[in-house]
């Protein structure tokens, strides 16, 4: 993921197609790159979900090995 800017104290979650949670950090400072490895993940679309004080944003994740 990229950011376009530092962002303090946002959370990122990440769900599976079936809505069950895979992955979250909460109250994280990200500095406009962030790395996570989906290797033990299975292929297939996952949904993020950030928020901050600067508001939330939804985007896809396809992984695929």
């Not at 949670?21 to 400072?29: G, M, P, V």
């Amino acid at each position: 993921l990229r950011f376009p800017d530092a962002i303090e104290e946002a959370n990122i979650t990440i769900y599976d197609a079936s809505g069950r949670l895979i992955w979250t950090r909460s109250n994280a400072r990200w500095s406009g790159l962030f790395l996570l490895d989906v290797s033990p993940w299975a292929n297939g679309t996952y949904h993020i979900q950030l928020s901050s004080s600067h508001g939330m944003g939804h985007a896809p994740l396809v992984v695929q090995h």
